[in-house]
Every structure is written in structure tokens, then in C-alpha cells.
């Protein structure tokens, strides 16, 4: 799982990781495939689900919509308004001239203020942390133990791709890649827009089953409606390509605030309840009563979204001033006060269909994902407006992927796309700039200049990446200077129309690049300007060109006739010929970006950040140990106290003694041993295992020791088995009599100490030390083992080999027959005799 898709989401994060069988949802702990994207800070930070458990208690600490705040000024008018309904307490951090945001928290018993960059990068590190668990506890070689939110653990993914919204700026995009790199992630390949992820998991999965043609370019609405904004994209999909025909946002639009009107609804009425109760204050004013406000908002919008549903029952316990609040709202009651909302739907769709001279008609498929699209009133909106078939399922809109996965899968996609770790088709998309970006120079304004593509709006500036441009994409400007001169990017004005805030308290700038040329006189210099595949602009190169005269010497001559023929005057007369050269020369420049961070706060922040995890993983693990000895005490008073399964194993006088000590250590445990160290919580519970152990050990003995005496016997009972069938085996005849003897003593001598143990051990108390233990029984095993064993494995010795002479005589003898002709005479001489015999005494008788 080296290689990851992350969808850092406001409400939620996701993470998928691509493998040889695909695209998989990484599920944490708790087996949930959706991680709360929150931080939290304390003694110790805690992220994704265990940052929510104590989100509420530790609302002045647990850090959330990093989103929303990331890269943005302080006093920049979104920011403001973001930050007007958070719990925590936002800080501004000078920086290059602007003030970016930091938070302020209270950790390890210390205020302490951290970039929200940071923050963000602390949470993309534990959805790493996440995928190298999984990856270690599915692997067989390797413990779940291992420490593997380390960056440099070999389980961590090496190749990421994130996805963010479409409407980032440049300066949100590169504090999201620093973020990153101050929590030691380096291994981003793209950040890669929401809606261009969904487009590739939605076109590589109909790509497969072959639904796309070169001939009709198939055109699908993408609309992604999550907690916090409300994009609508328009592609176009050939086999192999997509093409991004128009994306359109409407930034404040979310499920939250569908969540804040029906909270809005509870305040005002519980107020109207308890309105002289209450003491002048309002609910929504107090942060814990607005978080809980908030949460049941929420889950009475998941109970009315599914179509049918009439009613939604909301109960509040101790709510404010030990308070409570029950209500019913109605379905008619919500869709009538979230119909501001609803209206605000149709701007983008008409607006994305105008830039992409389309129809609604003309559109192949409305996908949509994220989760406010569960909302029934707003599916019918976009179903009416769109013309969709009403009577379908869900209202004509298609579901073909999973509402809170697609970002995430097509992410991972991209990630194998990309990483030399795969060996993926290649897959070609077509981006989408969202704001045009203006490049402007100084100097006089009859200096000519060349550029690239681009529409120029003034003598000394042009728009080189217009709205709706591919990246990545380098373009170039050609400028006459001598020495320093400066180069920038910006945004143009007409950004403000796509919905880019050019406020006083924004910097409209992207970069300056300043740039050295020669002096003395006016040189020729390229600037090489590029937008790489994360959507930032940066300098790609600069080049100083300039044309040389090159003399060329005549052609050699064929050959020496010719040379010959040639008269020596009019060689006199040619001149050799002038060739134009082109000479580039590299410049030196420098980048200065606005609300950059500087090499030392980039240090300090890393500093920082290793610090705090070397306390998360000291606090950890004397966490762990703690919770061991908490457990081992109860464990041992339930098994020996209480008279449980250990309790036979131990004298009485042991017993009073352990749980005197077990009472001891308790105590200190929740009095001053509330705050002790590691290894004073490891010498506890060591003392306390000097009375345990031994009573755990009887016990163990005591449940395994029939196991390992049959294992005894069964050996025993071979070895005799095999004694018994040597003794009358031919194959065992090699075998001596004094090995089979040797045998025999051995397995006496192992079986009269087996019983002469099981004797002892049948008259000794439960609570005594064992007559014989588990370890001696298999001792005694491998004994008769090495006796036994080699004997009987011993191989029968070979038949003695014919020497050679012997061999040869023998085959000399059957190839002649000279032995054959003797043994035969031999044999025909004693016959002859014998019937010399016979014949005397057959003429005698």
C-alpha cells in the first residue's frame, strides 16, 4: 500500500490505497472507512476518531476546518467568517508582509500557537499512520506493533495524491504541500482538483467496460455537494481522455449549512421556551451548547433526507443551565426553512452549462457524490431544474459511485497513474485553471515583448494562463534587459467574476520573479514561466539569447585533380561563409512569494512537529504500561481473590500477601502514581509478578503437563513397539544385540522415571512447587530421542563389492569358456568312476 489517494475533505477524510487487484478504502481502527478530520491537542495530540470522542470536552483544543483556513490571510473576509463559528481560538502569524493564520492550544501543559498549515499536515501524517497498520497487520512477516506513524518506516505510502478543491488559490495550494513537508511527507506527486479525481474514477471504470467512442464524446455533469461548497463540473469523455469542459463553485454551500438553519431553528425556539431561564444568553453564543446544537442538527437532516420520512424527533438533555429541549420538526417545517438554500443550486448549474455550450439535454448522465446529496428536497431541486425524470430513482440523478469514496478512489488512481511503483495505462486528462493569471513586467512601455498564448491586456502584461487552460504548461515571455528586473504573477481582476476574492487584505500577487541579466547594453531574455502539475505557478527557467557570427571555412576538395584545375587566383577571391548562432546563457533569479515561510520558521516548525511526536510516543507508551498494570491487578484479583481458577495454586498465606499488594499498588496507582513515568509503572508491575508468576506457572503446569506425559508415552510406546518387530524383522538384522539392549534400557529407564514423577506429583498439594515439570518431561522426550533414533535410522550395510580381478577373470572365463570346458571334465571324471561302479555291481548281482 505504498501508493495512496487521500480526499481531505472539511467534515471528513478518506483515504483509498491502489494494489494489484485495485482500489481499496483504507478502514482505521474502529473499521470505519471515514476519519473525522479533526486534531486534537492535550497532554498528548490525538487525530481522527479519538480527536471526536473528546471534541465536545475539548472544544478550546480540538482543532477542525483546517480546509477552510488554509493558506488564507488573517484578515481576509472568508477567513473572518469562518472563523466566527469555530470553538478553538484562531492567531494571526506575521509573515512576508501578511498575516496567515495560526491556532493557539494548550498542550502538554503549555499555550502553544502552530500554523494551521501544520495542523493539516499533522492529519495527512496519521492517515498515513492508518494505511502502514493495515499494511503491517496484514503482513506476515512483520509485527502490528510497529511504530508506524514514522514517516520513515518502510510501511509508510511513499507516493501520495491529494485532492483539493478546484477553487484553491496558488498560495493555498503551496501552504497545503508545506503543511505536508513540515510533518516529513514528501512524497506528494499532485494535488489534484475534487472534481477531476471523481471524473477519473467515474472514466476509468466505464473506460473498462468500453461505453466511451471517439466519434460521440460522451458529456457527464459531476456534482459534488459536501459539508462546506458546492461544485458543479462538466466532461467530456473519449476512450483513454477526459476532457474538464467547465467547473463552477458556489464555495459557502454545504451540508453544514443545511445542519446550522435547523441548529438556528433549536436555538430560537429552546430561547422562546426559556427565555427567563436563560439569563440574556443566547445558545448559539456558547460553544458547547452550539457543538451539541449543531450534532442533533445534523442527525435530524440524516432522518428526514430519505424520501418518505415526515418527521424527525429531537431530544436534548441538560442542553444549557441543566435545561432540557424536546421538539419535532416536520419535513414541510425543514424544506420551507432551507429553501434559500436550495435556490442558491441553480446559479452554478446554469452557469457551468452556459460555459460549456451545452443543454441539459445534451448531457449523457448527472452524477452526484458527496454527502448533502442524500438530502431528498435537494436531489428534487437539482432533478426539476435539470429536467430529469422525476419518477425515478432518485429523481433521474445517478449514483454510480459512492457518495464519500470517489474522490478518494480516483485519487489513488491518479497516485498508480503517476508512481514508477505501477505499471498503469496511461490515462490523459484535461485540466481546468480556474482563474487567469495575469504576467506583468516592469520597465518602459515601448518594450517589446513576446509571449506565449495569451491575450495581453496592456503594454507591459499579458494574460498567459486564461481561464480554462490545461496544466501542466510552460509559456514564455521575451523581454530586452540589462541587469536586475522583476517579473510577476497575479491574478487578474476579471478572477473576481469566477469567484476569486480580490480583497485589500489579499494579496493578489502569486510571485515576483527577480532576475539578473548583464549590463551595458540590452539583452535578449526569455522567461520561462510554468504551471506544474499541482496548478502552482513558478519560474522554469530564464535565458539570455543572443546571436553570434560564426565563420565557415570553404569544403575540402574531392580529390587532387580538381584541386588542380582550380586556378590558385580564384581560390584567392572566396570568402567563407557567415552562419547565425544561437547562444543561451542561464540567468540567475530569485522567487519571492507572498506569505512564504522562511527557512528558519520551516525549521522551527519541523522542530516542533518531531518534538511533539516523540511526546506522543513517549505519552503512548507510558499509556500502555499503565493500563498493563491496571489490568494485571484486577485480572489478578478476579483469578486468585475471588476465588477463581488460580485461587488452588496458591497457599493462603501467599494469598493474603498478594492482595495486600495488589490493594498497595492500586492505591498508589490513583493517588501518586497518577502521573508516574514509564518505567516506574514497569518496576510495579514487575514486583507484582514476583507473587503472580509463580502461581500463573503452577497453573500452567498443571493444564499442560497431561499433554506433554502423553507425548512421553506415545514415544515410549513407539520405541518398545519398534523394539519388539526388530527382534524378528530381517531388515533390522544389521541392528546388534547390544544396541537393541541399549534401546531397551534407555526406554526402562525414561518410563520408570515418568511414573515415579506422575507418583509424586499425584500425592503433591496444587498450591506446591510441581515434582516435575513441563520443561523436564520434554527433556527427558529429547533423551530417549538421541538414544533411540540413531539406532533405529541406522541403515543396513552394503553388499560387499566383486574386486576387480576377480570381476575380470569371471568375465574373461563366460567370453572364452576355458573354466567351463575344466569344471565340466572335472565333473565328467567323478561320474565316470561311479558308473564304472555301477557296473560291477550290476554284472555281480
Not at 243 to 259: M, N, W
Not at 285 to 294: G, M, T
Amino acid at each position: 500500500m505504498s501508493v495512496v489517494g487521500l480526499d481531505f475533505g472539511s467534515l471528513n477524510t478518506v483515504i483509498a490505497a491502489a494494489g494489484r487487484g485495485g482500489v481499496d478504502v483504507v478502514l482505521n481502527g474502529n473499521s470505519n472507512r471515514l476519519n473525522p478530520n479533526m486534531v486534537g491537542f492535550d497532554q498528548s495530540r490525538v487525530m481522527g476518531e479519538v480527536a471526536s470522542s473528546t471534541a465536545t470536552s475539548n472544544y478550546k483544543n480540538t482543532i477542525k476546518n483546517m480546509k477552510r483556513l488554509i493558506g488564507l490571510t488573517f484578515d481576509d473576509p472568508r477567513a473572518q467568517a469562518e472563523m466566527e463559528g469555530l470553538a478553538f481560538k484562531c492567531v494571526p502569524i506575521q509573515r512576508a508582509g501578511y498575516k496567515s493564520i495560526g491556532v493557539e492550544v494548550r498542550s502538554n501543559d503549555e499555550d502553544k500557537v502552530i500554523p494551521i498549515e501544520a495542523v493539516a499536515g499533522m492529519m495527512v501524517k496519521h492517515m498515513g499512520g492508518i494505511v502502514a497498520q493495515k499494511t503491517s497487520e496484514s503482513s506476515n512477516n512483520m509485527s502490528s506493533k510497529v511504530p508506524t506513524t514514522s514517516v520513515s518506516h518502510p510501511l509508510y505510502p511513499q507516493d501520495w495524491v491529494v485532492a483539493v478543491p478546484g477553487y484553491y488559490t496558488d498560495a493555498q495550494k503551496r501552504a497545503f504541500l508545506t503543511g505536508c513537508e513540515v510533518a516529513g511527507i514528501k512524497g506528494i506527486l499532485r494535488l489534484i482538483h475534487e472534481t477531476t479525481a471523481t471524473a477519473l474514477a467515474y472514466g476509468i471504470f466505464k473506460d473498462i467496460r468500453k461505453e466511451f467512442t471517439t466519434e460521440n464524446p460522451t458529456n457527464i455533469m459531476f456534482l459534488d455537494i459536501g459539508a462546506t461548497a458546492f461544485s458543479v463540473s462538466i466532461v467530456t469523455f473519449e476512450p483513454g481522455k477526459l476532457i474538464v469542459k467547465s467547473t463552477q463553485y458556489d464555495t459557502d454551500l454545504g451540508g453544514r449549512d443545511f445542519d446550522l438553519v435547523i441548529a438556528q431553528w433549536l436555538a430560537d425556539s429552546f430561547e422562546e421556551k426559556y427565555k427567563n431561564k436563560l439569563g440574556g444568553k443566547k445558545p448559539m453564543d456558547q460553544p458547547k451548547v452550539r457543538i451539541k446544537l449543531l450534532i442533533a442538527a445534523e442527525k435530524a437532516k440524516k432522518t428526514l433526507s430519505p424520501a418518505g420520512v415526515r418527521e424527525a424527533r429531537i431530544n436534548l438533555e441538560c442542553l444549557m443551565n441543566d435545561l432540557d429541549f424536546n421538539i419535532k420538526l416536520e419535513a414541510p417545517k425543514f424544506e420551507k426553512m432551507v429553501q434559500p438554500l436550495l435556490d442558491r443550486l441553480i446559479a452554478p448549474l446554469q452557469r457551468a452549462l452556459d460555459e460549456a455550450k451545452l443543454t441539459p439535454d445534451q448531457l449523457s448522465s448527472v452524477e452526484i457524490v458527496g454527502g448533502a446529496t442524500r438530502v431528498s428536497c435537494l436531489k428534487r431541486t437539482l432533478s426539476t431544474y435539470l429536467k430529469l425524470d422525476m419518477n425515478a430513482t432518485n429523481y433521474g440523478l445517478s449514483t454510480t459511485m459512492n457518495a464519500d469514496e470517489a474522490v478518494a478512489r480516483g485519487a489513488a488512481l491518479q497516485s498508480a497513474i503517476l508512481s514508477p511503483r505501477f505499471r498503469v495505462a496511461p490515462y490523459e486528462i484535461t485540466e481546468y485553471q480556474p482563474y487567469p493569471v495575469l504576467i506583468s513586467w516592469d520597465g518602459d512601455d515601448h518594450t517589446p515583448a513576446e509571449s506565449g498564448e495569451g491575450e495581453s491586456s496592456g503594454v507591459n502584461s499579458v494574460i498567459m494562463f486564461d481561464r480554462a487552460s490545461s496544466f501542466p504548461l510552460v509559456r514564455r515571455v521575451t523581454l530586452k534587459r540589462q541587469g536586475e528586473f522583476q517579473v510577476i504573477a497575479s491574478y487578474d481582476q476579471v478572477a473576481e467574476e469566477y469567484g476569486l476574492l480580490l480583497h485589500s487584505s489579499v494579496p493578489s500577487n502569486i510571485a515576483a520573479f527577480k532576475i539578473k541579466a548583464p549590463t551595458g547594453c540590452e539583452n535578449k531574455v526569455r522567461v520561462n514561466i510554468k504551471q506544474d502539475i499541482h496548478g502552482i505557478i513558478t519560474l522554469s527557467s530564464v535565458q539570455m539569447v543572443e546571436e553570434i557570427d560564426e565563420e565557415e571555412t570553404p569544403a575540402t576538395p574531392a580529390s587532387d585533380e580538381k584541386q588542380e584545375e582550380t586556378p590558385k587566383e580564384d581560390a584567392k577571391k572566396e570568402e567563407p561563409e557567415k552562419k547565425k548562432k544561437i547562444k543561451k546563457t542561464n540567468l540567475d533569479y530569485v522567487i519571492v512569494r507572498p506569505m512564504e515561510w522562511t527557512k528558519a520558521e520551516f525549521d522551527a516548525a519541523y522542530e516542533a512537529e518531531v518534538e511533539m511526536e516523540n511526546h506522543d510516543r513517549v505519552v503512548k507508551e507510558t499509556s500502555d504500561m499503565r493500563n498493563e498494570l491496571e489490568s494485571y491487578i484486577y485480572g489478578m484479583r478476579d483469578k486468585i481473590i475471588s476465588a477463581s481458577h488460580l485461587a488452588p495454586y496458591c497457599t493462603d498465606d501467599e494469598k493474603t500477601s498478594f492482595s495486600e499488594n495488589l490493594g498497595k499498588t492500586e492505591n498508589w496507582l490513583y493517588e501518586d502514581g497518577f502521573d508516574a513515568v514509564k518505567s516506574v509503572y514497569a518496576q510495579k508491575l514487575q514486583e507484582l509478578k514476583t507473587y503472580g508468576d509463580p502461581v500463573q506457572s503452577r497453573f500452567f503446569q498443571a493444564q499442560h503437563r497431561p499433554n506433554a506425559i502423553s507425548v512421553l508415552q506415545r514415544s515410549i510406546e513407539k520405541y518398545k513397539n519398534w523394539l519388539n518387530s526388530a527382534a524378528n524383522e530381517e531388515k533390522y538384522a544389521h541392528i546388534t544385540d547390544d544396541e537393541k539392549l541399549k534401546c531397551h534400557g534407555k526406554c526402562d529407564e525414561i518410563s520408570s522415571w515418568m511414573y515415579e514423577m506422575l507418583d509424586k506429583q499425584g500425592v503433591a498439594p496444587t498450591y506446591a512447587e510441581p515434582a516435575v515439570t513441563i520443561a523436564q518431561i520434554q527433556e527427558k522426550n529429547k533423551e530417549i530421542s538421541d538414544v533411540v533414533n540413531p539406532i533405529m535410522m541406522k541403515p543396513a550395510p552394503k553388499p560387499k563389492p566383486v574386486p576387480p580381478a576377480e570381476e575380470k577373470k569371471k568375465e574373461e572365463s563366460n567370453a572364452e569358456g576355458p573354466m567351463e570346458t575344466d569344471d565340466t571334465s572335472e565333473k565328467k571324471s567323478e561320474p565316470m568312476e561311479t558308473n564304472n561302479a555301477s557296473e560291477k555291481m550290476d554284472t555281480t548281482s
